[in-house]
C-alpha cells in the first residue's frame, strides 16, 4: 500500500509504493501534512480500483523529469552520503545541458559519446570526465531498469595517462606562506605526509594514532567496510 513520503529538499509530500518490484512516485502537490494525508487516502482508493496507470514497457519518460526523480530517490536513500548524491546531481546536470530533455529511450552510444567530448572541450581533465561518466551510467541503468527501457551500448571510459603525482618543494611553500592560521597548516601538513583522501583526513580521531602500535588506523565512511592502516613515518609522527 502507498505511504507518505517528505521531500527533503523542497519539501513536498509523495505517495510512495511497490509495483513489479520497482518504487514508484506519485506528487500529492502539497506541503501541507494534513492535506497530504487527505490526498494519501484519496489516491490509495484510486490506486485499488486500477485508475493509476501502471509502468509499461518503453514509456516515454524524457530526460528531465527521470532527473528529478532520481535525484529525489537517492535524497531518501538512507546508504548514500551527501558527497555522493553531489557527484550524482553534477554529472546529470551536465548531461542536461549537453542533451535537453529528450526522451529516455533515444539516449543512444553516440549522446553518451558527445557528453565525453563535450565535457573535454570544456576542459575537464580525463579523471574528472570519466568521475562525471560513471555517476551518468549509473543513473541511466537504474532509469532503464524503472522504465523497463533496454539499455543502450555504453561507450569506454576515457584513457587515463597513470602516473604518480607530487608537490613540488616551491608548491608546498607556496601553499604554506598563505596559511596564517598555524592549526589549519598542521592540518595540512599531515594531509602531505599521510597522502590520504579528505574525507579519510576528516574522520582521523586520537585514538586512531598508533592503533596498533605505529600504524595510524583509517575508519570506512560505510557501515560494514573494511578498515584500513597505514605505517607513520617520522614526518607524519
Given at each position: 500500500?502507498?505511504?507518505?513520503?517528505?521531500?527533503?529538499?523542497n519539501?513536498?509530500?509523495?505517495?510512495?509504493?511497490?509495483?513489479?518490484?520497482?518504487?514508484?512516485?506519485?506528487?500529492?502537490?502539497?506541503?501541507?501534512?494534513?492535506?497530504?494525508?487527505?490526498?494519501?487516502?484519496?489516491?490509495?482508493?484510486?490506486?485499488?480500483?486500477?485508475?493509476?496507470?501502471?509502468?509499461?514497457?518503453?514509456?516515454?519518460?524524457?530526460?528531465?523529469?527521470?532527473?528529478?526523480?532520481?535525484?529525489?530517490?537517492?535524497?531518501?536513500?538512507?546508504?548514500?552520503?551527501?558527497?555522493?548524491?553531489?557527484?550524482?546531481?553534477?554529472?546529470?546536470?551536465?548531461?542536461?545541458?549537453?542533451?535537453?530533455?529528450?526522451?529516455?529511450?533515444h539516449?543512444?552510444?553516440?549522446?553518451?559519446?558527445?557528453?565525453?567530448?563535450?565535457?573535454?572541450?570544456?576542459?575537464?581533465?580525463?579523471?574528472?570526465?570519466?568521475?562525471?561518466?560513471?555517476?551518468?551510467?549509473?543513473?541511466?541503468r537504474?532509469?532503464?531498469?524503472?522504465?523497463?527501457?533496454?539499455?543502450?551500448?555504453?561507450p569506454?571510459?576515457?584513457?587515463?595517462?597513470?602516473?604518480?603525482?607530487?608537490?613540488?618543494?616551491?608548491?608546498?611553500?607556496?601553499?604554506?606562506?598563505?596559511?596564517?592560521?598555524?592549526?589549519?597548516?598542521?592540518?595540512?601538513?599531515?594531509?602531505?605526509?599521510?597522502?590520504?583522501?579528505?574525507?579519510?583526513?576528516?574522520?582521523?580521531?586520537?585514538?586512531?594514532?598508533?592503533?596498533?602500535?605505529?600504524?595510524?588506523?583509517?575508519?570506512?565512511?560505510?557501515?560494514?567496510?573494511e578498515?584500513?592502516?597505514?605505517?607513520?613515518?617520522?614526518?607524519?609522527?
Amino acid at each position: 500500500m502507498p505511504r507518505l513520503w517528505k521531500h527533503p529538499k523542497n519539501g513536498r509530500y509523495y505517495a510512495l509504493w511497490q509495483q513489479d518490484g520497482l518504487t514508484r512516485r506519485r506528487s500529492l502537490k502539497t506541503n501541507n501534512k494534513t492535506m497530504a494525508n487527505r490526498r494519501l487516502r484519496i489516491f490509495k482508493t484510486d490506486l485499488l480500483a486500477g485508475k493509476v496507470k501502471p509502468i509499461s514497457m518503453h514509456i516515454r519518460q524524457t530526460f528531465y523529469p527521470f532527473v528529478d526523480e532520481f535525484l529525489a530517490s537517492i535524497a531518501a536513500h538512507p546508504d548514500i552520503t551527501r558527497s555522493t548524491e553531489r557527484l550524482y546531481s553534477d554529472a546529470l546536470q551536465k548531461a542536461k545541458v549537453c542533451w535537453g530533455d529528450i526522451p529516455l529511450g533515444h539516449i543512444r552510444d553516440r549522446h553518451l559519446e558527445k557528453f565525453q567530448s563535450d565535457l573535454a572541450r570544456d576542459g575537464l581533465k580525463p579523471p574528472t570526465i570519466n568521475k562525471n561518466y560513471r555517476h551518468l551510467k549509473a543513473a541511466l541503468r537504474k532509469g532503464f531498469k524503472w522504465y523497463r527501457i533496454p539499455l543502450p551500448d555504453f561507450p569506454p571510459q576515457i584513457k587515463e595517462r597513470r602516473s604518480a603525482r607530487f608537490f613540488q618543494s616551491e608548491d608546498l611553500n607556496a601553499l604554506f606562506s598563505v596559511i596564517s592560521d598555524r592549526e589549519f597548516a598542521d592540518f595540512c601538513l599531515l594531509a602531505v605526509y599521510s597522502g590520504l583522501r579528505s574525507g579519510e583526513h576528516l574522520r582521523l580521531r586520537p585514538s586512531d594514532i598508533d592503533n596498533p602500535q605505529g600504524w595510524l588506523r583509517i575508519s570506512p565512511e560505510r557501515k560494514n567496510a573494511e578498515e584500513l592502516r597505514i605505517p607513520i613515518n617520522k614526518a607524519m609522527r
